[in-house]
């Protein structure tokens, strides 16, 4: 069985490639790439004139909900949605319930991930840092290393006492995973629900400083770079964070930052009064905020982008704001929101885009993928992107159990319109059919 | 039909109807003539947090014009079930209530409301947000003593960080051409005050400095972290009495939206003495939440 994605740009920031071409996967694997790949009769074609041929996204946060919290999202809807908005592989968080601190909870979800009704992506658990996410006691963190979790976290209840935060990552030193920290001092955010400033003040919300991130950021790099435990952090929101994580590079430390597409879109100003689909952790800050993220974005002091996909149950989000819970389900609108506002606003070249969605992420978690080289990958991963097409994101039309998600009804210029790994996951409407070449 | 929820959002000729309408009724009631009975109209009062004044006032306010309404408390409801805001909202609905009267602990509450309920919604305090209402009063209540509050200097002390009432009086009386100050610790002022129209002030005196209008607000003691403002401290710097009060203006007025905690924000002589108009703000709630109730039912709906 030979499949073609036939003339298209073919993007793989894992060799810098940037060319005019195709893409032959032969028997589920990339067999040649290039612009003059043959083709025969049994050849199933992709027509990708105008699109981009990409080695298939890689989500590195993005939470599934189960087991536990089935009402919000299950593995299957969660890989669906996953598959639809261009990704063939995330990592899933911890903060499950109960939380993934045991390897019997890490073969489950390996299991169900894997079961024909699913999305058809690779997942790749993050276990939980410490057990229950209780912030008191590392986990089992080999065992759960060797049932395949590729990164230790407590997500959303980051570790406060920052000795034990030491002892963690020199266990995961020591177990060569990184620890993903979502960085937050407790103390500080408090009762918090949206930014610390003008808005907060307006509208009597209690305000998140970004004093709370900027301290854990800080934190985190110091203790990474006196132990030498890779450190990726998760979302940043703040410039005082990206100046921190900068420095932190610059001395030598291994850390490694990701940013979601709603912290480089929204800022204070762009809440419409309490609507809970804007509240998120951390809060959307400011324009100054948001000028700094972009920078950082294109210098690379940012390494990729990750959705923190986080479904919630339309009635946990119907609510007064101050009682919501914070997040988008946001792994259906990650790429139209990349490239509408970074990439065809010139911050990010197609190339380098593709580098934060699939290869940087690939390489931090080490994860076979993000290339589309002959044998970089156990099974072909490629996604295809309009880079062009103009459509309106409806959350009605997604595959994600949670429809909470402030870019709804937003206009975007971008789309993946076919996700491969392996054999097709999805393949969108705007994938014109005249495209689709049976053999 | 119209909602009230915030004065911030209500434009300057609604807040002047409703000012109107509440002086017509007040001069109705005290000269004894009959208040003019429209469609009797049935209205919920829903309290998540405790009120004397305010739900006293509203229930006063519905029988001087003839409506009915149906009382409810968080404590004695299904919300104690773990029946949420959207449920209970949409049995009021069911129930055939045609208005609403709502004070919550969530700042902006009202969405919620407003989403499900269909009929008028009055917010009587939202969480850290506004009472409108309460700035009605206080504004009835300026107006009388002061003829117009145009021009007028006032001064908002104490605990605004917390204070629904500072936002919804620092809306009304700027919009009606007041200067407004905030005066109070650092702690308890909102650290940003870019999109708010106040000058603020730390130090008590140079706040009151001049001021024709000075409203003490409650030291929101349930509101506040424990161990953040020393009591002592507090009453030292920035209680209102006699002292404090000889830099205002000669014929300022002392305000206070109650509950008060005497003896803390404001001294026992002050509250009671002649300069004290805070029986007047209370006795001006019935008459403003009487305009706020019709005005709610009105067939024309004016902008809010």
Redesign the interface.
Do not use: N
């Given at each position: 069985m030979k499949t073609l994605f036939r003339s298209g740009r073919v993007l793989d920031p894992s060799n810098g490639m940037d060319i005019y071409g195709s893409v032959l996967v032969e028997d589920g694997h990339i067999a040649a790439i290039g612009q003059d790949v043959a083709s025969d009769d049994s050849t199933l074609i992709y027509e990708c004139s105008g699109l981009w041929i990409c080695p298939g996204l890689v989500d590195m946060h993005s939470h599934l909900r189960e087991p536990g919290q089935e009402h919000r999202e299950s593995i299957r809807s969660g890989t669906q949605a996953a598959a639809a908005g261009g990704f063939t592989n995330l990592c899933c968080m911890p903060n499950t319930s109960p939380p993934l601190d045991s390897p019997v909870l890490i073969d489950y979800i390996l299991d169900k991930a894997a079961a024909p009704d699913a999305g058809g992506v690779f997942v790749a658990p993050v276990g939980a840092l410490t057990k229950g996410q209780l912030g008191e006691q590392v986990s089992d963190l080999s065992a759960l290393k060797k049932a395949g979790i590729v990164a230790a976290s407590d997500e959303g209840a980051p570790i406060q006492n920052s000795q034990l935060m030491k002892r963690a990552m020199e266990t995961c030193l020591q177990l060569d995973i990184p620890i993903m920290a979502h960085c937050e001092d407790r103390s500080l955010s408090?009762v918090g629900s949206m930014n610390?400033?003008?808005?907060?003040?307006?509208?009597?919300?209690?305000?998140v400083p970004r004093s709370a991130e900027d301290i854990m950021v800080a934190r985190n790099c110091l203790l990474s770079l006196e132990t030498g435990c890779k450190l990726h952090i998760l979302r940043v929101s703040t410039w005082g964070a990206v100046e921190l994580i900068r420095q932190a590079k610059f001395l030598g430390a291994p850390v490694t930052c990701e940013i979601c597409p709603h912290h480089f879109v929204f800022t204070e100003d762009s809440i419409h009064?309490?609507?809970t689909n804007c509240k998120t952790t951390p809060p959307f800050r400011t324009q100054n905020d948001l000028d700094v993220l972009l920078g950082a974005l294109s210098d690379g002091t940012i390494d990729c982008i990750a959705s923190d996909h986080s479904p919630y149950a339309p009635?946990e989000v119907?609510?007064?704001?101050?009682?919501a819970p914070a997040g988008l389900s946001a792994l259906e609108s990650t790429v139209g929101a990349t490239l509408t506002y970074v990439t065809h606003t010139g911050m990010l070249s197609p190339l380098e885009t593709v580098r934060k969605l699939s290869t940087s992420p690939a390489d931090i978690v080490g994860l076979e993928a993000g290339t589309l080289q002959p044998n970089g990958s156990p099974v072909a991963q490629i996604t295809v992107i309009d880079p062009n097409v103009e459509w309106t994101f409806d959350v009605a039309q997604t595959f994600s159990k949670g429809k909470n998600n402030p870019f709804h009804s937003h206009q975007f210029r971008g789309k993946a319109v076919l996700t491969f790994c392996g054999s097709e996951i999805y393949r969108d409407p705007f994938f014109n059919e005249e495209r689709f070449i049976l053999p | 039909m119209n909602h009230l929820l915030t004065v911030r959002n209500l434009p300057k000729p609604s807040l002047e109807g409703l000012l109107e309408s509440a002086k017509m009724y007040k001069s109705l009631i005290e000269s004894g003539r009959p208040v003019p009975q429209t469609e009797i109209r049935t209205v919920g009062l829903l309290f998540f947090e405790n009120s004397t004044r305010t739900r006293v006032s509203f229930e006063q306010a519905a029988n001087y014009l003839g409506y009915r309404h149906v009382n409810f408390s968080g404590a004695g409801s299904s919300i104690k079930k773990g029946e949420s805001l959207k449920d209970t909202v949409l049995t009021l609905r069911a129930s055939r209530l045609e208005g609403v009267v709502i004070r919550h602990s969530a700042s902006g509450m009202y969405n919620v409301v407003v989403k499900y309920f269909e009929g008028p919604v009055l917010n009587a305090g939202d969480g850290r947000h506004e009472h409108p209402t309460q700035a009605l009063a206080d504004a009835l209540t300026i107006l009388e003593k002061k003829g117009q509050i145009e021009g007028l200097k006032v001064a908002i002390v104490g605990d605004v960080a917390n204070s629904r009432v500072a936002r919804s009086n620092i809306w009304s009386l700027t919009k009606l051409g007041a200067e407004v100050r905030i005066v109070g610790p650092r702690i308890l002022m909102p650290g940003h005050t870019d999109k708010l129209p106040v000058s603020v002030y730390y130090d008590v005196k140079q706040g009151i400095a001049g001021a024709d209008v000075v409203m003490a607000l409650r030291l929101q003691t349930e509101r506040m972290d424990s161990g953040l403002v020393s009591l002592g401290e507090y009453r030292r710097l920035y209680q209102i009495n006699r002292q404090t009060l000889k830099v205002a203006a000669p014929n300022a007025i002392v305000m206070h939206p109650g509950p008060m905690n005497r003896g803390v924000e404001i001294d026992d002589l002050t509250a009671d003495g002649p300069q004290s108009v805070i029986r007047q703000q209370v006795s001006n709630g019935v008459f403003v939440r009487m305009a706020a109730l019709s005005r709610a039912f009105d067939q024309e709906e004016t902008p809010s």
């Open positions: 408090s610390e400033g003008a808005v907060s003040a307006l509208l009597g919300l209690v305000g009064e309490f609507d009635y119907d609510v007064p704001f101050e009682e | -």
